[in-house]
Nanobody
Framework: QAHLVESGGGLVQPGGSLRLSCGGP????????TYWYRQAPGKQRELVAA???????DYPNSVQGRFSVSRDDARNTVNLQMDRLKPEDTAVYYC?????????WGPGTQVTVSW
């Protein structure tokens, strides 16, 4: 049984937007740090967004100003809003929830940016 599951991936044209969501019934996402990573074919997995239990967020320069991570405590989800998408954003996107006592990854969701 997956502890975390991502949703919201798909095909979008360059310049478009997608919203990914991450959640799991057995993990309280408000009590841990949650991260979004991506991995494109032939490339290393890279961090694209992070949100701490305090709500503090962090992004690499490659997505700064285009990606936004938020947490919905009522739904126990962490969302990644991706705007002005580029073909180089194409990758499998993974959610990770980490605390002092657990480190869980989701199976990933495919995002393809193409005409």
């Amino acid at each position: 049984q997956a502890h975390l599951v991502e949703s919201g991936g798909g095909l979008v044209q360059p310049g478009g937007s997608l919203r990914l969501s991450c959640g799991g019934p057995e993990i309280d996402l408000s009590s841990c740090s949650t991260y979004w990573y991506r991995q494109a074919p032939g490339k290393q997995r890279e961090l694209v967004a992070a949100i701490g239990s305090s709500g503090r967020t962090d992004y690499p320069n490659s997505v700064q100003g285009r990606f936004s991570v938020s947490r919905d405590d009522a739904r126990n989800t962490v969302n990644l809003q991706m705007d002005r998408l580029k073909p180089e954003d194409t990758a499998v996107y993974y959610c990770r929830a980490r605390s002092e006592i657990f480190d869980e990854w989701g199976p990933g969701t495919q995002v393809t940016v193409s005409w």
